[in-house]
């Protein structure tokens, strides 16, 4: 069997969750995990902080490439996401 397809019925058959084509791409294109699941979710930046009980600067920072993030802040983050935290890394 192909490896793509054991991995795509391994997600499915442990209810993973799936990403459109295009979430994928910004990712593989280098783009910052946190905007595009944040934007893929449909949260502002005030919305992501408000939910994850972080600073909106900090979003920001994380966004523009200027700050990786403390461990505490991204796994907050993440989790206001739904995601795990290294997802977002």
Do not use: C, W
């Not at 019925?9 to 990712?27: G, Q, W, Y």
């Not at 930046?45 to 966004?63: F, K, T, W």
């Not at 907050?76 to 996401?81: C, E, N, R, V, Y």
């Amino acid at each position: 069997m192909d490896p793509d397809i054991r991995a795509y019925d391994e997600a499915i058959a442990a209810n993973e969750e799936t990403f459109p084509d295009h979430v994928a791409k910004r990712l593989i294109n280098g783009e910052v995990p946190l905007k595009v699941f944040r934007e893929y979710r449909g949260l502002a930046g005030a919305d992501l902080a408000s939910r994850a009980g972080v600073q909106l600067d900090q979003i920001m920072a994380i966004e523009a490439g200027n700050s990786q993030g403390s461990p505490e802040i991204m796994n907050s983050l993440a989790t206001a996401l739904g995601l795990e935290s290294d997802d977002l890394t």
